[in-house]
């Protein structure tokens, strides 16, 4: 364990945020990391708990508890208070494929779960795991570990999200030959594009996908399994083939006015900014721009806050977010103890600057759009918003949110931004396939496995639960790679956990 009095001698430390009328001038990451020393008092506060809740990724009250890929928290966290930063990374490297990532992107359940959190500020868990993977960079220890045997099975992996690269990454070590299959120009799926720039910069990506080239991982991008790259094809040139697509079918909004010109998918807005980024410092002008724009933001999620943060550093006129949902309490409510996940009200990074900017939290709780109004031209230029309230249904006994009556209103806008989350899996993949999809239309399997209804093809990711966390590709992606090489090998030493 850490310490013994550490958790009493030292407060919880994370690393400093750039101010947010500073960090909005440009769409790099903005937190400064602890030093060496400040990180292992960190590590010093953890007390290896007899039941290490951190660690344990249990579903409670339908949400999970702890991380999902059962992270080796106290131990890494005991070995960086004592200095041994080589061994603090291999035992995060045990079981997180990409430490890099979800140390950025992470909403950390570990965190939630910590009994230092029970009773006053958890171990900052998050902080801990990035200073062990950037350290191992810095120091070498992350550098590229080739297989020494090649088995001579070939494995196509089709999408390069979190859940794609986590099953490469894994089959690739048991010394099968894998090649992933990308159809966007850049490797990474939802980590490149769906993901600002300023929660993950981009270089970190790259930097580990280099690493992965050497150890022998082949990435081809361009390459649209469904369409341009038939099935056929890969059926017949590898052993097995993995789907890891993702589910990017935007849930619409279908009210009147839809039609309008000036409404987007959250996704399209975010990736269109990034790939502009990144192709041209958004010189090129290929972006949807939300500058001089009154634009509302309908979704209140972690994508709706992305796009607050992006159309903020486009320089919006305003910016609203409509939440169908109540405001969450910001403490905990009795009837959500510890450790399950905290149901509380978050203000993240996008709306910190829209309250540095435009003085007030862009969120407006219980309202959804009822119209979508244009002008003579067919433009975008208002809503029509109506207040909601929660009742229950007398069939289910379930709560719904239902319209109040006569609380309708307008509102000004020439962008509108819908970030209602997602459907499930793009079906002209599922089709080229022919695999059978769920009610939920994600890729059916039987539970806990992950073949699908075809010989030979499995499936991951979102694609397979639906649109979830990254820590939670990664662990499908760790699991699919161990079925895969069952079926191959006969056997399989792959870790999930």
């Given at each position: 364990?850490?310490?013994?009095?550490?958790?009493?001698?030292?407060?919880?430390?994370?690393?400093?945020?750039?101010?947010?009328?500073?960090?909005?001038?440009?769409?790099?990451?903005?937190?400064?990391?602890?030093?060496?020393?400040e990180q292992q008092k960190q590590g010093a506060r953890?007390?290896?708990?007899?039941?290490?809740?951190?660690?344990?990724?249990?579903?409670?009250?339908?949400?999970?508890?702890?991380?999902?890929?059962?992270?080796?928290?106290?131990?890494?966290?005991d070995l960086v208070y004592s200095g041994n930063w080589?061994?603090?990374?291999?035992?995060?490297?045990?079981?997180?494929?990409?430490?890099?990532?979800?140390?950025?992107?992470?909403?950390?359940?570990?965190?939630?779960?910590?009994?230092?959190?029970?009773?006053?500020?958890?171990?900052?868990?998050?902080?801990?795991?990035?200073?062990?993977?950037?350290?191992?960079?810095?120091?070498?220890?992350?550098?590229?570990?080739?297989?020494?045997?090649?088995?001579?099975?070939?494995?196509?992996?089709?999408?390069?999200?979190?859940?794609?690269?986590?099953?490469?990454?894994?089959?690739?070590?048991?010394?099968?030959?894998?090649?992933?299959?990308?159809r966007d120009d850049r490797v990474g799926g939802l980590?490149?594009?769906?993901?600002?720039?300023?929660?993950?910069?981009?270089?970190?990506?790259?930097?580990?996908?280099?690493?992965?080239?050497?150890?022998?991982?082949?990435?081809?991008?361009?390459?649209?399994?469904?369409?341009?790259?038939?099935?056929?094809?890969?059926?017949?040139?590898?052993?097995?083939?993995?789907?890891?697509?993702?589910?990017?079918?935007?849930?619409?909004?279908?009210?009147?006015?839809?039609?309008?010109?000036?409404?987007?998918?959250?996704?399209?807005?975010?990736?269109?900014?990034?790939?502009?980024?990144?192709?041209?410092?958004?010189?090129?002008?290929?972006?949807?721009?939300?500058?001089?724009?009154?634009?509302?933001?309908?979704?209140?999620?972690?994508?709706?806050?992305?796009?607050?943060?992006?159309?903020?550093?486009?320089?919006?006129?305003?910016?609203?977010?409509?939440?169908?949902?109540?405001?969450?309490?910001?403490?905990?409510?009795?009837?959500?103890?510890?450790?399950?996940?905290?149901?509380?009200?978050?203000?993240?990074?996008?709306?910190?600057?829209?309250?540095?900017?435009?003085?007030?939290?862009?969120?407006?709780?219980?309202?959804?759009?009822?119209?979508?109004?244009?002008?003579?031209?067919?433009?975008?230029?208002?809503?029509?918003?109506?207040?909601?309230?929660?009742?229950?249904?007398?069939?289910?006994?379930?709560?719904?949110?239902?319209?109040?009556?006569?609380?309708?209103?307008?509102?000004?806008?020439?962008?509108?931004?819908?970030?209602?989350?997602?459907?499930?899996?793009?079906?002209?993949?599922?089709?080229?396939?022919?695999?059978?999809?769920?009610?939920?239309?994600?890729?059916?399997?039987?539970?806990?496995?992950?073949?699908?209804?075809?010989?030979?093809?499995?499936?991951?990711?979102?694609?397979?639960?639906?649109?979830?966390?990254?820590?939670?590709?990664?662990?499908?992606?760790?699991?699919?790679?161990?079925?895969?090489?069952?079926?191959?090998?006969?056997?399989?030493?792959?870790?999930?956990?």
């Amino acid at each position: 364990m850490g310490k013994p009095t550490g958790f009493m001698d030292y407060e919880r430390e994370t690393a400093k945020a750039v101010s947010p009328k500073e960090r909005i001038k440009n769409f790099n990451e903005f937190h400064t990391p602890l030093s060496k020393e400040e990180q292992q008092k960190q590590g010093a506060r953890c007390m290896n708990c007899g039941v290490p809740f951190c660690q344990s990724g249990e579903m409670i009250s339908g949400m999970a508890s702890g991380c999902p890929l059962h992270n080796l928290v106290p131990e890494w966290n005991d070995l960086v208070y004592s200095g041994n930063w080589e061994q603090a990374y291999n035992r995060l490297k045990k079981t997180n494929n990409f430490p890099e990532f979800t140390s950025r992107v992470c909403p950390a359940l570990c965190e939630a779960a910590c009994t230092c959190g029970h009773w006053g500020d958890s171990v900052s868990v998050k902080e801990n795991e990035h200073g062990i993977i950037e350290n191992a960079y810095e120091q070498g220890y992350a550098a590229a570990k080739p297989p020494k045997v090649r088995t001579g099975k070939r494995v196509a992996v089709v999408g390069s999200g979190p859940a794609g690269l986590a099953a490469a990454d894994q089959l690739n070590k048991r010394g099968h030959q894998v090649t992933v299959f990308e159809r966007d120009d850049r490797v990474g799926g939802l980590l490149m594009y769906g993901i600002p720039n300023m929660k993950l910069q981009k270089e970190v990506i790259d930097r580990k996908i280099n690493v992965m080239k050497e150890e022998g991982i082949e990435f081809v991008t361009g390459a649209n399994v469904g369409k341009e790259v038939k099935p056929a094809k890969l059926l017949k040139e590898y052993d097995r083939v993995i789907l890891a697509c993702g589910a990017k079918n935007p849930r619409d909004i279908n009210a009147p006015g839809r039609d309008a010109k000036g409404i987007y998918f959250a996704v399209d807005f975010l990736s269109a900014t990034t790939k502009s980024l990144l192709d041209s410092g958004l010189k090129d002008n290929k972006y949807i721009s939300a500058k001089g724009k009154k634009v509302v933001i309908i979704g209140g999620g972690d994508t709706g806050n992305d796009c607050v943060g992006t159309c903020i550093r486009h320089g919006a006129a305003s910016v609203t977010q409509l939440e169908m949902m109540p405001k969450a309490p910001d403490t905990r409510a009795e009837d959500n103890p510890w450790p399950e996940w905290p149901k509380v009200c978050k203000t993240d990074y996008g709306q910190e600057e829209a309250i540095a900017v435009f003085g007030q939290d862009p969120r407006i709780y219980t309202t959804t759009v009822k119209e979508f109004l244009k002008d003579k031209n067919g433009n975008l230029c208002g809503l029509k918003v109506v207040k909601l309230e929660g009742k229950k249904d007398e069939k289910t006994g379930r709560m719904q949110m239902v319209e109040v009556p006569g609380s309708e209103s307008k509102m000004d806008a020439d962008l509108v931004l819908i970030a209602a989350g997602f459907l499930g899996t793009q079906k002209y993949v599922a089709d080229a396939f022919g695999v059978e999809l769920n009610q939920r239309t994600n890729v059916a399997t039987e539970a806990g496995k992950y073949a699908t209804s075809v010989p030979n093809v499995y499936t991951a990711g979102d694609m397979h639960r639906g649109q979830s966390l990254v820590v939670w590709a990664i662990r499908e992606g760790r699991e699919v790679a161990r079925e895969v090489d069952e079926s191959l090998m006969g056997y399989s030493y792959l870790s999930v956990q």
